[in-house]
């Protein structure tokens, strides 16, 4: 059965979008992260829009907004779905944003019907998945599950605020992040809506896509320690430029990830310590992202990356440490729920196209509770995402509510 008004929908979705970038720490882009003053408030807003639709509401340990429906019998197991509502810094307004909103459409048209389904709906608008202010990727979905690496409490972010005070600020308390997690057996699957982030969908002229995998991935934080001195006396051949050796390392990264295709590589954040223009640099930290579909590819360019590094810092005399912030294997998503899921695009009256995400996306925590499956929405702009020109449009959401309200409605529990 189809929403009743899948322009409407699209329409509204995207309507909400928009009011909810206007949650943002900056006055200039959209940025939010996680637990800030804009963080809370479009939680606040989220949760109005879920008890509008029917749900009840609640808020875990780490600030993600969960909103159930019943299903015919209370307390039945529940078809899990959501997304993100943190943002990486000056990002597009739909990345993670859809995955909660289109959702919130499909159980406001089951409400306005007066609908139960065999099944609960639970939507989970996870508060940190991008990890920008603490880089804590996936912070909220892994706390969901009851992980947390308490190590993270002593954490600063940019400000020096520390990862406690921050989420004492914001009334929550840290010895709880992590506290009463979901029971894997009360998860019936875990589905997830997001804009494919890429061009695949757009150059093919297809709104819709069924994820197949998720290319698993790492992120490492890189120390180069050399020796500051002054720019105008230190003779070339006696320099321990930290900054130096960090940009033949970076120039590494780079010519590793292409040498091999089904490979990326990503510095995205490099910082020179006290950086003056008159001071060799002593010290730099820059981050690493590798990923690929096939964790054994990727986990070869780790190493060969890495040895590079230690190459470059003893011909340069400079040492070299890493942090591993993140790691994630790569996710199949269940041939089960793929096939439905296209079924389900199908009865929504759009082309079935499947293909891999290269992104990482809170599907991959939940896999290790429940089976997961993804169904992406085109990008507009060449596809482009991580990027204030990202776009998406009216009709696409209305499809992809459309496609969504069929899987809510044609789901049935694994045998
Ligand atoms: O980095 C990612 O793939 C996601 O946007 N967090
Ligand atoms: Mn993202
Ligand atoms: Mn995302």
């Not at 757009?202 to 994820?211: D, H, I, M, Q, Y």
């Not at 891999?356 to 997961?372: I, R, Y």
């Amino acid at each position: 059965m189809i929403p009743t008004d899948i322009d409407g929908a699209g329409r509204d979705i995207l309507a909400r979008a928009q009011a909810l970038a206007r949650h943002s720490d900056s006055p200039d882009h959209y940025t939010r992260t996680w637990l800030t003053p804009a963080h809370r408030a479009a939680a606040a807003q989220i949760a109005a829009w879920m008890r509008e639709a029917g749900m009840d509401v609640r808020t875990d340990g780490a600030g993600s907004v969960i909103g159930r429906y019943e299903g015919e019998s209370p307390g039945a197991k529940a078809l899990v779905t959501g997304s993100h509502y943190d943002s990486v810094r000056n990002g597009g307004k739909y990345d993670g944003i859809l995955g909660i909103l289109v959702p919130i459409a499909c159980v406001a048209d089951l409400h306005r019907r007066g609908e139960r389904l065999p099944h609960a709906i639970e939507v989970v608008a996870f508060a940190d998945e991008e990890g920008a202010r603490f880089q804590t990727s996936f912070l909220a979905s892994r706390a969901l599950l009851g992980k947390f690496d308490a190590a993270l409490l002593g954490r600063r972010d940019a400000a020096g605020v520390r990862f406690d005070e921050a989420m004492r600020e914001a009334g929550l308390d840290p010895a709880a992040i992590a506290a009463n997690p979901a029971d894997p057996a009360r998860l019936a699957a875990y589905v997830e809506v997001h804009i494919e982030q890429g061009p695949v969908l757009l150059g093919e002229g297809l709104p819709l896509g069924v994820v197949t995998a998720i290319a698993g991935g790492t992120r490492h934080l890189v120390t180069v320690t050399g020796a500051a001195g002054h720019a105008g006396t230190v003779p070339m051949a006696m320099r321990h430029d930290a900054l130096a050796a960090a940009a033949e390392m970076v120039a590494a990264v780079e010519s590793r990830a292409k040498s091999q295709a089904g490979l990326v590589g990503t510095v995205g954040l490099l910082e020179v310590k006290d950086g003056t223009g008159n001071v060799i640099p002593g010290e730099v930290s820059f981050t690493v992202d590798i990923r690929s579909g096939e964790d054994a590819l990727r986990e070869a360019a780790e190493r060969d990356v890495f040895a590079a590094f230690d190459a470059i810092a003893a011909r340069r005399g400079v040492a070299v440490s890493a942090r591993r912030n993140h790691a994630v294997r790569a996710t199949p998503c269940s041939p089960r729920l793929q096939d439905l899921l296209a079924e389900s695009v199908a009865a929504a009256g759009a082309p079935v196209r499947r293909l891999p995400s290269g992104a990482g996306h809170d599907a991959m925590v939940m896999a290790e509770a429940t089976e997961v499956c993804m169904l992406f929405i085109r990008c507009g702009a060449g596809g482009v995402s991580h990027n204030p020109a990202e776009t998406v449009t009216e009709a696409d959401a209305g499809l992809a509510a459309a496609a969504v309200g069929e899987f809510f409605r044609r789901f049935r529990q694994a045998a």
